[in-house]
């Protein structure tokens, strides 16, 4: 048996013109909106978040140089977060023992 993992939920509504609800009620039963409704946006954002990671892939795939300048900022950005890091740690004032 599986363990459901408690998620927080929300409730909210939606106005919709009666063509589309009533597709929508054709399409599932009624007491099975809320479940298809989920469906269909779970599935449309992964979908979405797919669509974006091969955008992402075919850009530098196709641009190599891209794929290099990206990096490049990366690792500008760790430096950065680094020597900021490390001035804030040589700025820190030391305490007095007594």
Known sequence: MKARI????YTFSINLPTSLYQKLINRTERGK???FIREVLEKELEEEVSCLGNAY???YTNNPHLLKEAKLWERAE???W???E???NATKKPRNKK
Do not use: F, P, V, W
Not at 6 to 9: N, Q
């Open 6 to 9: 408690s998620e927080t939920r």
């Open 33 to 35: 909106i809320g479940a």
């Open 57 to 59: 892939q075919e850009c």
């Open 78 to 80: 760790i430096e950065d």
């Open 82 to 84: 680094l020597a900021y």
């Open 86 to 88: 490390n001035n804030k």
